[in-house]
């Protein structure tokens, strides 16, 4: 069992940032895929980014590239979303998921995670 706590969320005007932190429980949270989604009101969850285990590889939603940036550190056991340049539409709950066996296009799919936070709020004003 991995459990996953967000934080960082907040309010922010349209073009700020903000950083989100997902801490994770377990110290084999260095063997696990981690990825951040959100979901916005009224819409379904969708796919923001993730990492590779072992940090080499990141994926990004297309909406989100060139302003978010995900990384980690295993030796804290966390993993950051850096959010720049925030828009309304950025506007959501944000997620982090831990996955075991994720690889290629798993990356972007929900159901393969084992494992979900609680959920962090960002809004953000225009």
């Known amino acids: 069992q991995v459990q996953l706590v967000e934080s960082g969320g907040g309010l922010v005007q349209a073009g700020g940032s903000l950083r989100l932190s997902c801490a994770a429980s377990r110290r084999t949270f260095s063997s696990y895929a981690m990825g951040w989604f959100r979901q916005a009101p009224g819409k379904e969850r969708e796919f923001v980014a993730a990492?590779?285990?072992?940090?080499?590889?990141?994926y990004y939603a297309d909406s989100v590239k060139g302003r978010f940036t995900i990384s980690r550190d295993n030796a804290k056991n966390t993993v950051y979303l850096q959010m720049n340049s925030l828009k309304p539409e950025d506007t959501a709950v944000y997620y982090c998921?831990?996955?075991?066996?994720?690889?290629?296009?798993?990356?972007?799919?929900?159901?393969?995670?084992?494992?979900w936070g609680q959920g962090t709020q960002v809004t953000v004003s225009s």
């Open positions: 990492i590779s285990w072992s940090g080499g590889s990141t």
């Open positions: 998921a831990a996955g075991r066996r994720i690889s290629g296009t798993s990356y972007y799919l929900g159901g393969e995670y084992d494992y």
